[in-house]
């Protein structure tokens, strides 16, 4: 097969000169599409170009970096959970807190498989826990990402990305970070409860090249959030979105971009209806920084219902101090992404921040977010491997009269590869959150260690 085109990293195709599709030139082609699959190693994946944010890649589609085939593996874990967090009430009438230990068994997919103008990348992790003094705490967490990408034609790409799961821990799910923004979609991340959460999302773009320096995407997701427990509110919505980007030189790229939100809710009456724009800039500072920012501002209608302090005389009357009334709120919010990232070979460098709305967490409901934070990975030891990240992120309600919701969280894993296929892992994490002007505050941990058994010569990494 001969192309006549070369991948521009976030997925923008420039000319170039004939050549046969070889194993580096297949690597960077997998960096444009696989927007799902989870840490990676094995092929080198070329820089392309600064990316653009309005499109929702991962650090590691930025430039550098390695990619694996498709690579099972299962887990055995011992661990220990401090801050279990139920949604009951213990005989004071407070919110318990559980400490317990428990052991889990792990599997799970990750990495890509590639056409002549196809690739599909995979991300999936499964469990099965068990807590034995605390059966209610049992149960099974999926989480699943998908990507795939086919290059119709020398200046179109279309992409599809799917993430879905079940999960019942409140540290939320994975973050496939290498290859999608993870703050691009509004899948839950800052749950209250250790409580059953289902997330759906599905994200479809296509990309055009519109001569050497000029290109557009046009892309849309819808999301489903439903809760467990009836009391917990759930969201359904979907973003259309699009952008125009030109490259300048070789290492910046500027663009705008323009996106409508929409958010609904279940058990409740009203929905929030977003329109935002945004300017783009992206650069390559030196030979390994990436950077990018994005700012803009949204538009935020909101119609719902909220409860109100009723006039004395009225609550004389009616016996009642309070009451309910429907409203609709015109919010104008400032919005921006910063993402600055040094990926090498067997390495990765991240800091971000992002400032937007939010559906929520099924108590705080559409939101004003804010989140930064650092992340790192390396494999460069023959046999180790490492990550670590920490973070910060908010919510203020922007349809309810509460306090704003503040977490931080940190953590940390290391792998060992004892033998060809047998690895062994360890890892903790720390998270604390807490609702301003309420007494809810609580910290919990999580510690493991386990052994982990998959194919492949190089050490599996699973943060």
Not at 22 to 30: E, L, P, Q, V
Not at 374 to 394: C, E, P, Q
Not at 404 to 419: I, K, N
């Amino acid at each position: 097969m001969r192309l006549k085109i070369a991948p521009v990293g976030d997925g923008v195709w420039e000319n170039g000169v004939n050549e046969k599709l070889t194993g580096a030139r297949r690597a960077r082609i997998a960096a444009v599409v696989l927007v799902a699959a989870g840490p990676l190693s094995a092929q080198r994946v070329e820089y392309g170009g600064p990316t653009i944010l309005s499109r929702g890649a991962g650090t590691l589609m930025r430039g550098g970096g390695e990619a694996i085939r498709l690579r099972p593996f299962v887990r055995l874990t011992g661990f220990y959970d401090s801050g279990l967090t139920p949604f009951s009430l213990d005989p004071q009438g407070q919110v318990p807190e559980v400490n317990h230990y428990g052991a889990a068994v792990e599997f799970g997919v990750l990495g890509y498989r590639q056409w002549r103008r196809t690739v599909l990348g995979a991300d999936y992790r499964g469990n099965y826990r068990h807590y034995p003094a605390q059966t209610y705490f049992n149960g099974t967490d999926h989480h699943l990402a998908l990507g795939v990408a086919h290059q119709v034609s020398r200046r179109v790409v279309m992409s599809l990305r799917q993430q879905a799961g079940v999960f019942s821990r409140s540290f939320g799910i994975p973050d496939a970070q290498g290859f999608l923004d993870p703050y691009f979609s509004p899948t839950p991340r800052n749950e209250l409860f250790d409580a059953q959460v289902y997330y759906l999302s599905s994200l479809g773009d296509v990309t055009f090249q519109m001569g050497r320096h000029w290109s557009s995407n046009l892309g849309g997701s819808g999301f489903v959030v439903r809760r467990r427990h009836a009391s917990l509110i759930g969201v359904q919505g979907w973003i259309a979105r699009g952008d125009v980007a030109r490259r300048v030189g070789r290492n910046h790229a500027i663009g705008f971009d323009y996106d409508y939100v929409h958010f609904g809710f279940t058990r409740l009456f009203g929905t929030a209806d977003g329109h935002g724009v945004g300017f783009n800039w992206a650069a390559r500072l030196g030979r390994r920084w990436d950077f990018g920012v994005r700012a803009g501002a949204v538009r935020l209608e909101i119609k719902g219902l909220r409860r109100v302090t009723l006039d004395p005389v009225v609550a004389a009357i009616l016996g009642q101090t309070t009451g309910i009334e429907a409203f609709h709120s015109l919010n104008y919010l400032g919005r921006g992404d910063a993402r600055l990232s040094r990926v090498f070979r067997r390495s990765r460098l991240g800091f971000y921040y992002s400032r937007g709305i939010h559906p929520g967490n099924g108590i705080f409901l559409t939101s004003a977010a804010e989140s930064a934070g650092v992340d790192f990975s390396y494999t460069g030891f023959r046999k180790w491997n490492l990550g670590a990240s920490a973070g910060y992120s908010r919510l203020a309600s922007l349809s309810e009269q509460l306090g704003s919701y503040v977490s931080y969280h940190a953590g940390g894993g290391v792998g060992y590869q004892m033998f060809r296929h047998t690895h062994f892992t360890a890892r903790a994490d720390a998270r604390n959150f807490e609702i301003h002007g309420s007494s809810f505050r609580r910290t919990t941990y999580h510690v493991s260690i386990g052994l982990a058994f998959s194919p492949g010569e190089v050490p599996l990494s699973l943060w």
